[in-house]
């Protein structure tokens, strides 16, 4: 018999992800909102995109760690 296979994600081969919880005034929403749809992405990417350039800028050595 075959065993039944489960629904989700593949394995990526990459740790798994921490989520975190952030709060934005409405008018820096609406804008994070825009750009996202802007560019065709989630809020989530943009995000992610914003911190990774953040930690670039502020350690070097560790901004391009993923």
Not at 3 to 25: D, E, I, N
Not at 28 to 39: C, D, F, G, H, P
């Amino acid at each position: 018999m075959a065993q039944k296979r489960r629904a989700g994600r593949r394995p990526s081969g990459r740790p798994p992800s921490v989520r975190a919880t952030a709060s934005f005034p409405p008018e820096v929403y609406r804008t994070i909102e825009a750009l996202a749809k802007q560019k065709r992405v989630s809020v989530a990417w943009v995000l992610r995109d914003a911190v990774q350039q953040y930690l670039t800028a502020q350690w070097p050595l560790l901004g391009n760690q993923q």
